[in-house]
């Protein structure tokens, strides 16, 4: 069974930089796929971006130029970096991976989040 644990949210101040990580940990199966999303209050769950093994990567078309996905592979690690935060980037961020090594809709695994306060 594979685990995933978010880091690196917290209260940031607007126009602020920040970086979540997220890393896989447990045996088999072998993830290929990451993707993050988030869900800000009373809003439904939002896709951000994903990446895969192979380092294709993908943004939303509402979060690009300020969102970033890059990973360390050794570390089966995956990063999301928000640039120029705004109080609308308030949320629990969530990272997601899967051994497909094409995008899933619908990934195996997910990590229990992280909460991100954007503070104007």
């Known amino acids: 069974q594979v685990q995933l644990v978010e880091s690196g949210g917290g209260l940031v101040q607007a126009g602020r930089s920040l970086t979540l990580s997220c890393t896989a940990s447990g045996s088999t199966p072998r993830i290929n796929y990451w993707t993050w999303y988030r869900q800000a209050p009373g809003k439904q769950r939002e896709w951000i971006a994903e990446?895969?093994?192979?380092?294709?990567?993908n943004v939303a078309d509402a979060m690009k130029g300020r969102f970033t996905i890059f990973r360390d592979a050794a570390a089966d690690t995956v990063y999301l970096r928000a640039t120029a935060t705004e109080p609308e980037d308030t949320g629990v961020y969530s990272c997601?991976?899967?051994?497909?090594?094409?995008?899933?809709?619908?990934?195996?695994?997910w990590g229990q989040g992280t909460q991100v306060t954007v503070s104007s």
């Open positions: 990446i895969i093994r192979a380092g294709t990567s």
């Open positions: 997601a991976a899967d051994p497909a090594i094409v995008p899933v809709i619908t990934p195996r695994f």
